[in-house]
């Protein structure tokens, strides 16, 4: 088991509804990344948190948006739900963004939006 | 734009087989190539890596080879074993510093039968 932790573990919310997920990052790790993963799919990047500023985003729309914290715990909130947000969130966090360094992922929080 | 595709999509193999899963790329500026094992309610676990500035790394009965001129990349499990059996993705990513961010594959449902 990886040192990073993710709450809820599951989550129903109704479409147009906003959600906050939570992660609790590996100790000593500052940096953070938030994947989503469809049903099958491999998981998507979304962005990338490094001493509490965005460190990098992928192509996903601003209704999603991210805090880190100065314990390098974070938050991934969406806004206005919609069905095909219904995904596996997962966190990853890494000592530093450096592209060799382990990421270490959690065990996602399950996001049903109906 | 899927810049990792991974193939085959399952396998299916018999316990001290090897197994064999394919990536290619396109993105020539990628230059770090996890592999990822994921079980069923859990988060991705890193693998292996290798850089392109190698050809082959070998862990225990884990190898990568990794082809640059091809940009093909494969993970070899050498005596597969019925824990083996769980969602492998293949990842590519290019550099650190801003706009870090791992590509995966679709992924690859192992099954390795008693």
């Known amino acids: 088991e990886t040192g990073v932790t993710q709450s809820p573990t599951h989550l129903i919310k109704t479409r147009g509804q906003q959600v906050t997920l939570r992660c609790s990052s590996q100790?000593?790790?500052?940096?953070v990344s938030w994947y989503q993963q469809a049903l099958g799919q491999g998981p998507q990047f979304i962005f990338q948190?490094?001493?509490?500023?965005?460190?990098g985003r992928g192509n996903f729309p601003p209704r999603f948006s991210g805090l880190q914290f100065p314990n390098y715990s974070s938050e991934l909130n969406v806004n206005a739900l919609e069905l095909d947000d219904s995904a596996l969130y997962l966190c990853a966090s890494s000592v530093s963004p450096g592209f060799d360094t382990e990421a270490f992922f959690g065990q996602g929080t399950r996001l049903t939006v109906v | 734009q899927q810049q990792v595709k991974q193939s085959p999509q399952s396998l299916i193999v018999q316990k001290g087989g090897i197994s064999i899963i394919n990536c290619a790329y396109e993105?020539?500026?990628?230059?770090?190539f996890p592999w990822y094992q994921q079980f069923p309610g859990k988060g991705p676990a890193l693998l292996i890596a290798i850089r392109p500035d190698v050809s082959e790394k070998k862990e225990g009965r884990f190898t990568i080879s990794f082809n640059k001129s091809a940009k093909q990349f494969s993970l070899h499990i050498m005596d597969s074993q019925p824990g083996d059996s769980a969602t492998y993705f293949c990842a590519a990513s290019n550099g650190g510093g801003s706009n870090y961010k791992l590509t995966f594959g679709k992924g690859t449902l192992l099954t390795v039968n008693p």
């Open positions: 993105n020539t500026a990628f230059d770090y």
């Open positions: 100790s000593g790790h500052n940096t």
């Open positions: 948190y490094y001493r509490e500023e965005e460190n």
